[in-house]
């Protein structure tokens, strides 16, 4: 497996990296098994100053590591930016309040003594991320497991290997114990024998429906704990009583942010008849507005998408879609510029029997739907294999969060973008995967919640007989 940077704006091959070898593999798991084992006999907390200290050294290096990503994925050099930042903040809220998010949770108990669930480390985790987000998905899954004590063995997507040995190498230079982040560049066999290999206890994925299929069948074979992050296909619903500017807003923004290459990007805007005629035109306003050229040039708005097969794969979807029905509204025509760009487009009268209807669409492409009524929008947004994330456009914000609660999803915000943030849970249902990463649910995702009842030795002389172990009342 070629693990190499092709810059997609200019299409030249950048660097192309060393595949890991078998010994390699080995050294790093034995090298995270040996932490695990250190580190289960010390202290939460004294893991935090070396993760504000990566948090740190993010921030310092943030155009270097800027631009890292933006040469290996073709983001947008400010959106990198905001990345980095993102991911320092990810850090920073694991080191100062994992230790406290860790303590024991003692529960109410009829049992003798005080029960109380403890959340320890299990061992070494394997992490397989994605490309769109080179750092932030890395750190969305370190930061809480290196405050629990969890080595973690990367394997980055093929694409984006600039960034994750730049992720590792800030890693190390923070002074994290050998182990504590392993990148290995690493073939899809190699990955199935880590996760089988009895000294690893988890996997963590961030990707498509293919890849987590594959990973998750691995891991159930071989009983490992694991979490997908999958592809979203999220509703953007305008109700009747939105304000149509607020909604344009919101929408040309989430669909074109990261050339709409986001699992959390809303992808199918449901828009109430009242204003769905004005909708597109307006959205049709602002995609004109946007400018394609250099990630790197402050000037440009509209980055390249970040391979020539993820350009190709969303061009066939589009002719697949317009062959089965849909229209275009805008959009759709060539780029002349060399890089792996596809103009903005938006489609509409899309029909259930379109071959793309249940189809994600990684990239800046809004298909717009009308409806008549509330339950229309809900039964259309709810009609899809995937259950991410969404968004609730609405004057009345009790009104847009009863429509929140109806919708089959992770997340959903009302009046307000997808935010991802450490202390918010981000995950999906349905096809979208099953687990949460960030947040309490995020952090002890990998722990072995470990009940410890804590009671004196029962004075069997004086015992009525039979198991004296509950309270009485
Ligand atoms: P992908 O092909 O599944 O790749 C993601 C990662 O999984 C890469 O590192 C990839 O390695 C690896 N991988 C894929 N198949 C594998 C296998 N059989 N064994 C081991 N590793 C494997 O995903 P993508 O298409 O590049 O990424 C876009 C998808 O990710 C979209 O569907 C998007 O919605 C989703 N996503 C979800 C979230 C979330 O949090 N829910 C966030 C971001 C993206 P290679 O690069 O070497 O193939």
């Known amino acids: 497996m070629a693990y190499q940077t092709i810059n997609p704006y200019t299409n030249k091959l950048v660097k192309t990296y060393p595949d890991a070898t078998t010994?390699?593999?080995?050294?790093?798991?034995?090298?995270?098994?040996?932490?695990?084992?250190?580190?289960?006999?010390?202290?939460?907390?004294?893991?935090?100053?070396?993760?504000?200290?990566?948090?740190?050294?993010?921030?310092?290096?943030e155009d270097e590591l800027a631009r890292i990503a933006t040469t290996d994925m073709g983001k947008l050099y400010a959106e990198s930016k905001d990345e980095v930042e993102l991911s320092a903040s990810i850090a920073d809220y694991y080191a100062d309040h994992g230790s406290e998010m860790l303590k024991p949770t003692p529960i109410s108990s009829r049992n003798t003594g005080d029960a109380e669930i403890f959340h320890q480390s299990t061992g070494v985790l394997m992490l397989v991320e994605p490309w769109n987000f080179p750092y932030y998905q890395?750190?969305?899954?370190?930061?809480?497991?290196?405050?629990?004590?969890?080595?973690?063995?990367?394997k980055h997507a093929s694409n984006t290997p600039g960034s994750a040995a730049a992720f590792e190498k800030i890693v190390r230079d923070a002074g994290a114990p050998d182990g504590s982040l392993t990148n290995l560049f690493v073939s899809y066999d190699q990955v199935a024998s880590i996760i089988a290999d009895s000294r690893v206890q988890g996997v963590a994925l961030t990707g498509s429906k293919r890849g987590g299929q594959s990973v998750a069948e691995i891991a159930g074979k071989n009983l490992k704990k694991n979490s997908m992050e999958l592809g979203g296909s999220d509703a953007f619903i305008v109700l009747s009583d939105a304000d149509i500017d607020t909604a344009v807003d919101?929408?040309?923004?989430?669909?074109?942010?990261?050339?709409?290459?986001?699992?959390?990007?809303?992808?199918?805007?449901?828009?109430?008849?009242?204003?769905?005629?004005?909708?597109?035109?307006?959205?049709?306003?602002?995609?004109?507005?946007?400018?394609?050229?250099?990630?790197?040039?402050?000037?440009?708005?509209?980055?390249?998408?970040?391979?020539?097969?993820?350009?190709e794969k969303l061009q066939g979807q589009i002719d697949k879609a317009v062959t089965g029905g849909a229209k275009i509204y805008y959009g759709n025509e060539p780029i002349d510029l060399p890089g792996q760009f596809l103009q903005p487009t938006i489609l509409t009268d899309i029909d259930k029997d379109n071959p793309e209807f249940y189809d994600e669409m990684f990239g800046p492409v809004a298909q717009v739907f009308k409806v008549s009524s509330d339950e229309e929008a809900i039964e259309l947004a709810n009609d899809s294999e995937l259950g991410l994330g969404g968004i609730v456009v609405?004057?009345?914000?009790?009104?847009?969060?009863?429509?929140?609660?109806?919708?089959?999803?992770?997340?959903?915000?009302?009046?307000?973008?997808?935010?991802?943030?450490?202390?918010?849970?981000?995950?999906?249902?349905?096809g979208s995967g099953y687990g949460r990463e960030m947040s309490q649910l995020g952090l002890t995702a990998f722990t072995n919640d470990k009940l410890i009842v804590t009671a004196q030795a029962p004075d069997w002389n004086n015992s009525a007989g039979g198991l004296a172990v509950f309270k009485k009342d």
């Open 23 to 61: 010994e390699e593999v080995e050294t790093a798991i034995s090298t995270g098994n040996a932490l695990y084992n250190k580190w289960r006999a010390e202290s939460v907390n004294s893991r935090a100053a070396t993760l504000h200290k990566i948090a740190d050294l993010l921030r310092e290096n």
């Open 394 to 430: 609405s004057e009345d914000v009790q009104h847009g969060k009863h429509i929140a609660e109806q919708i089959e999803t992770g997340m959903v915000f009302v009046n307000s973008f997808l935010v991802s943030l450490p202390e918010l849970p981000f995950g999906g249902v349905k």
């Open 138 to 154: 890395i750190m969305r899954v370190f930061a809480p497991n290196f405050m629990v004590g969890n080595p973690m063995l990367l």
């Open 250 to 311: 919101l929408a040309w923004r989430v669909r074109i942010y990261n050339a709409g290459q986001v699992c959390t990007s809303a992808k199918r805007f449901i828009v109430a008849d009242n204003l769905y005629d004005e909708f597109l035109k307006k959205l049709k306003a602002n995609f004109e507005k946007l400018v394609p050229g250099d990630p790197m040039d402050p000037k440009t708005t509209i980055a390249p998408m970040n391979s020539k097969r993820a350009k």
